[in-house]
């Protein structure tokens, strides 16, 4: 499992620790400061899953353009 702050490897990693953390939460037993832990980094996790799906669709939408004179330019993803 990734540490608490750091970037998970990839977004299959991220989409098994949040489902991981969704598991936890669901059960009900984690205490009130445990479950709001668990909860940040969950959003956080959401987050980056999303951004990563944004960014992948942005590269298939450029790899798929009809245009075929249109230059390419090298993929750089936004700063958070």
Do not use: C, H, W, Y
């Amino acid at each position: 499992m990734a540490k608490k702050n750091d970037a998970p490897a990839s977004f299959e990693t991220a989409l098994t620790e949040l489902e991981q953390i969704v598991t936890r939460l669901e059960s009900g037993d984690l205490p009130l400061e445990e479950a709001l832990s668990e909860f940040e980094r969950g959003v956080q996790l959401a987050r980056q899953g999303q951004t990563k799906l944004q960014q992948a669709e942005q590269r298939v939408q450029i790899l798929l353009s009809e245009q075929e004179e249109a230059p390419l330019t090298p993929f750089t993803p936004d700063a958070e």
